[in-house]
Every structure is written in C-alpha cells, then in structure tokens.
C-alpha cells in the first residue's frame, strides 16, 4: 500500500497541523446545518401537492402524475395510463411484497426485467418535493434495472414518504445503513449533448409517470 | 498529454479562429447554456448563499483531506468495495487494465468521467486491446469521429447537428432517417443498447466520495451511468481525492450548485450513490466494486499553493463565460480540461514550460470567478502562472528584452513622456477618420479589428495643460 501512505504523507506535509476529529465532525455538522438558510423554498406547503406540480413543470422532463386514494387503486391508474399511451397491459412488476398482492387481473405480469421493456410498475422509497426526484434504493424487492431499462416507468409513492427537501431523505435514513444503490430519479431520460437541445429517452425510460396514494 | 506545446497553442489558436463552422457549433451550445444557468439562479434567491457555504465545504474538506480520505476508504472497505490508491495517471490506468484483465473482460462500457479523460483511460484501455464503448452520447460522438471532447459538460460541443448526423449514418446499424436530434438520439440508443447488455467491466467516476459511507456519487441525465454500472460483473470507479465530501448533505448542497451551473437545471435526472457490490439476495449489481483514489498531481497543489483549485466541481460555467473560450474552443487548449479552469490545471498537469501560452489566453475579466459555484479566483491563479512562467525564465527572450527596454524607460518620467510623445504623434500619421486599419508591428491587433486613433496629446500632456490653467 505505498501509494496510500505517500499520498497521506504528501497531504500531511501540505496540511502541517493536526485536527482532533472531534472537531473536524463539529464543523462538518455545523456546515450542513446552514443550508436551511439558503436551500430552495416550496411553492406550496403541502408536500404532495408541491411535489405533483413539480413533476408536470417544465423543470422536469417527460413526467405525468396521477392521484389515488388507496394502494388497492393503483392498478386501476396503470390500466389508464396504458390506455392513454396506447400500452398493451403487459409489465414487469417490482417483486415488492405489497405490490404483488394487488389484484393485477387483466395484466400479463413479468416478474424479471428483459433488456427492452415497455413498461416497468415499482414503488419508490420517497419523493422529495423541492426537485420532483422520487428515490429507490436498491434491495431483493427493488431491483435498480427496473429504473432503467423500460421505455415508460410507473412509481407509485405514498403521500406520507413525499419530503420537503433533498436534505431531509439524508435526515430520515440517516441512521440506516446505506443500500448499494440509491438512486434520485428525476423526471425521464433525456440528453442535451447535441447541440445543448434537450431530447427526451436517451438511456433510460422516455416516460416516468408518478401515482401518488393518498 | 503531449499535444500541449507553446507555439502550437498560437496555431492551433489561428486554426480555430479560422473555422466558421466551429465557432457556429460553440456559439449554440455555450449560448443556451448561459441562458438557463441565468435563469436557474434568478430563480432562487439563496444562490449566493449557497454559494459560499459551498467554498467552506470544499475547503473544509481540502483542510481536512487526510482525516475524510481514511474515513472514505475505511467505510468503503466495509461495503465490500477494494480500494486502490494511484499516484499517477499511468498508475491509474495500469490498476484499472489490470483488474479488467483479472476479471478477464473483453467488452467494457464507460459512463463519462473527466478525471478518465485527465489519466488517459479512453486510450489506455485501447491501447490494452480491450473493447471500449463509450456510452455518454457526446462521448460516443467523440469516439465514433475518433477525436477527442471539447468541453466538460458537453463533449462532442465542437459537431454541428449536420456533423453528428453524418457521423450516425456511417456508423450506426440503424441510423435516423432524419436530421432533427430527437431522431439521433434514437438512433444511439439503438446502438448502444446492446453494448450496455453485454459489457464486462463498467467503469465511472465520480462527482462525489461520501466520507460518512463509502458510497460514491454518479450524476448524469442520460442514464447510462447506472446501466454502465449495474449490469456489468464488475464495477471500476476513478475519482481524484478532491472529490470528497463529509456526508449525503454535504454533497446535495453542492449538488445543488453543480447542476445549475452546469446546465441550468436543478438536478440532473438520475443521481445515484453507490455502495459496494452486489448484496445477498440481489437480482442486479456487480460482483466486485472497485475504486481507484487518484493523485495525479493534487497533492502537489495543495503543497504548491493551488489547493483553491482543488473546490472545482467541474461544472463548466468558467468556459461557458469565457471571452476567450468562446472564440476558440476546447481542442485549442491543448490539455483535457479547456477554458478557464483548463488553462490553471494544465500547467500541473502537463508541466508549465509546455502550457505557458493559456495563462496569457485570458483577458482577466473575471467573468469566469463570477459565475463558478466555488468561488475560484480562476484570474489571479492565472496571473499565479504568469509570474511563475517569469520568474522561471520560460517566457521569450524578445517579450524579456521589450519587458527590459519599457522597464528601463519607465523608470526614467522624462525619457518616457518623450517616448510615448512620439509614439503618438507617430501612430497618428496611419489614421483613417478614428481609425487605424493597419499599424507597423501590430499586425496580429489590425487584421481582426481596427485600432483607435489616439488623442493628439498624451494624457501627461493634457493633465500638465489643466494644471496651468487657473479655474479649471
């Protein structure tokens, strides 16, 4: 490991004095702190409907939102949205427990993700309002593909996990361990590389659609 | 990189000024991003205050860089990540191959990373035999045209629509049938879909360390960091060591700053942490999570009285500003990172005495601290190298000798208000109306732009005549 001691002593000798840290945590702590006086405010203090107008503005790309008012409803949201896109009811389903339960009769449910979906159906973790970002983590019951390889993405978020800002998600999982992926989703894929025009669908689903129960 | 040289600087300058097309395909990009970056942050009123608190966090880090950097590794080790430390851009890439070939790898996907592009990886891995397939489309442009990025935000920047167009219809299996971008990007995501299927190895950087937990931080829009990264066996990760941060907080407020200065949104689509390999029970994710810490350089500016360069977030708002940039383009740099930020990191980079020319490249506006989200003071680091390129001898003996003889005059009020007397009166005789359309020995001023007639008296002479006079 002479590399890592080289470079730690070639830091050591650029940085002479030594910090307790005690005191290098106190003011990391301070510093986070401070960002409540300058973070974005929220156009509306309810969070779910801050968090839904965001999403159809136009600093998201490619987003819908639909509202219902219990879980049980969520297939029926799915079914319009397939009938407003022209879909066929045919989608993989995230293997989360509550999910499946759902009565998903009239759909033909694909349990495992193909390299050229049309159509992925998860739940998300949390929304933040301030971006419109809903976020997952990764786990046996979430797998992070299902984000990514469809064409249309459907999450499904209950209004009680919507938060204010990007820094209370780091507040609420603060004391758990971090999952191998998080990952902030905002809106659907897009580019900018030719020419900064902004165009929809790169990589990722052309199409992210938000149903929020509750 | 050797393509730095400082006369090559002045041709590839003059070839660059010459490219009417160039300057189009700069000019629609560096112009719509100005514009919305403006919008972004008249659209929220902490900006400023954002701003400084996120130079104390950088510099906080920066001041504490050893501590945050032992922390990172010790809980990134815990994650299940293997943590590998580089002093060079050559160590780095030997790792890297090496772990590709361990893992016995023929096809690797890459997710745009500038720290790649400074440590040569691109080439390395080339030069190594193995398949590359870059999966950023500015990135894809730039390989499929075989060049190499102009800008750190956007790298295919210097190709017109019509270019990219052509380039797509000559390379792709299905291309566009046509030219608008919607259909080009189609087009990429056709072809790259199956590379991103069947890659060994994905490698990324990162735009963040997150000390607290080992995880590193992507950002993109495209989305094609996590399918670089998820899918592959193995996942490789390049980051310098500036990139730390203390915690998830720290990095969304300088989350925050990035992207708005970056391309005027708010965040980027997909922003994703990651945490080691593959857990129990997952049905995604690689096996093996590897990070690669870089010097290359970092440490010695910290000790050289660079560290303030250390903050860059490499969002590329200095370049979108510059005077210079914008006239020039990236290639003509000649290092990996072009404009502002570009011409102070190549001198480290690349050595001083080859890269001298950028630090004069710059009208010291100060357009480009203005708008960085870390505050850099880009132009008196830039004067830094000026007076180091002086005091070391490396600037030319006629710029040293003319230096001398202005020097020795101005030292001596009577030799030089003589001297500027007749330079005047002289320069006045090649007048035509206010202007002067060509002028002995400033030919390089007179061919893009007129010089200015000056005043018939020197501003000595006009300061002595309204002293004399009484009530003026």
């Not at chain 2, 030997?94 to 720290?115: F, G, N, P």
Request: with cysteine; charged share 25%; net charge neutral.
């Amino acid at each position: 490991m002479s590399a890592r001691e080289d470079m730690l002593a070639a830091i050591r000798r650029a940085l002479p004095r030594e910090r307790d840290p005690q005191d290098i945590a106190a003011t990391a702590e301070a510093l986070a702190l401070e960002s409540i006086e300058s973070r974005p405010r929220l156009p509306n203090s309810d969070l779910a409907e801050a968090f839904a107008a965001r999403l159809v503005s136009d600093k998201v790309v490619g987003a819908s939102v639909d509202r219902v008012a219990r879980l049980e409803d969520a297939p029926a949201a799915v079914r319009r949205y397939c009938a407003v896109h022209g879909l066929d009811p045919t989608l993989v389903l995230q293997p989360d427990p509550d999910l499946q339960k759902l009565n998903w009769s009239g759909f033909t449910i694909s349990a495992s993700i193909g390299g050229d979906e049309t159509l992925a159906v998860a739940r998300a973790r949390w929304a933040i309002a301030e971006t419109g970002t809903l976020v997952f983590h990764s786990s046996p019951e979430s797998p992070t593909l299902l984000s990514f390889l469809p064409l249309h993405h459907i999450c499904i978020i209950d209004r009680a996990k919507i938060l204010a800002h990007l820094e209370d998600y780091a507040n609420a999982e603060r004391s758990a361990p971090a999952p191998r992926n998080v990952n902030l989703i905002t809106g659907a894929s897009g580019t900018a590389d030719i020419e900064g025009a902004l165009v929809r669908g790169a990589h990722g689903p052309a199409f992210l659609h938000a149903i929020i129960v509750g | 990189m050797s393509l730095v040289g400082a006369d090559r600087f002045k041709s590839r300058a003059a070839a660059a000024l010459a490219d009417a097309n160039l300057k189009l395909a700069i000019d629609r990009t560096t112009r719509t991003a100005r514009a919305k970056r403006e919008a972004a942050v008249a659209d929220w009123p902490g900006f400023s205050k954002a701003r400084d608190l996120g130079r104390r966090i950088k510099d906080h880090v920066i001041e504490n860089l050893d501590h945050y950097l032992v922390e990172f590794e010790r809980n990134a080790v815990a994650s299940g990540a293997i943590v590998h430390y580089a002093a060079s851009a050559g160590e780095a890439c030997e790792i890297v191959i090496r772990i590709c070939r361990e893992a016995d790898a023929q096809t690797i996907t890459r997710s745009k990373s500038m720290l790649g592009e400074e440590i040569g990886l691109p080439h390395a891995l080339d030069a190594a035999g193995l398949t590359r397939i870059e999966t950023d489309l500015a990135e894809h442009i730039v390989q499929l045209s075989n060049d190499r990025p102009s800008h750190i935000i956007w790298p295919a920047l210097h190709h017109t629509r019509e270019d990219i167009a052509a380039l797509f219809r000559e390379h792709h299996h299905t291309p566009q049938n046509s030219d608008d971008v919607a259909g080009m990007v189609a087009s990429a995501r056709r072809q790259l879909r199956a590379g991103f299927l069947g890659a060994d190895v994905g490698i990324s950087g990162a735009n963040f360390l997150i000390a607290d937990s080992g995880a590193i931080c992507t950002v993109t829009n495209e989305g094609n960091a996590e399918l670089t990264t998820t899918i592959p066996r193995v996942h490789i990760v390049t980051a310098g060591i500036e990139k730390l941060v203390p915690s998830l907080t720290h990095a969304f407020i300088l989350l925050r700053l990035l992207v708005r200065s970056a391309t005027g949104a708010d965040i980027t689509q997909y922003t994703t942490f990651h945490c080691g390999p593959k857990r129990t029970g997952d049905r995604d994710g690689p096996e093996a999570f590897h990070i690669v810490l870089v010097d290359n350089g970092r440490t010695r500016m910290l000790a050289e009285g660079l560290g303030e360069m250390l903050r860059c977030l490499r969002c590329g708002a200095c370049m979108n500003h510059c005077v210079v940039y914008n006239e020039i383009g990236g290639h003509a740099y000649g290092g990996v990172y072009p404009g502002p930020m570009g011409a102070v990191l190549t001198p480290v980079l690349d050595g001083l005495e080859k890269s001298r020319d950028l630090a004069h490249a710059c009208t010291l506006n100060g357009r480009c601290q203005e708008v960085c989200p870390v505050d850099i003071p880009l132009p008196a680091m830039l004067r830094g190298w000026r007076d180091k390129s002086w005091a070391q001898g490396l600037e030319p003996n006629t710029q040293r000798g003319m230096i001398g003889l202005w020097a020795f005059a101005a030292a001596r009020p009577d030799l030089y208000r003589f001297g500027t007397r007749l330079a005047m009166r002289a320069v006045r005789l090649f007048a035509n109306g206010g202007w002067i359309e060509k002028l002995p020995l400033a030919a390089g001023w007179t061919r893009y732009r007129d010089f200015p007639k000056p005043a018939a008296r020197t501003f000595f002479e006009q300061y002595q005549a309204q002293k004399r006079r009484p009530n003026a």
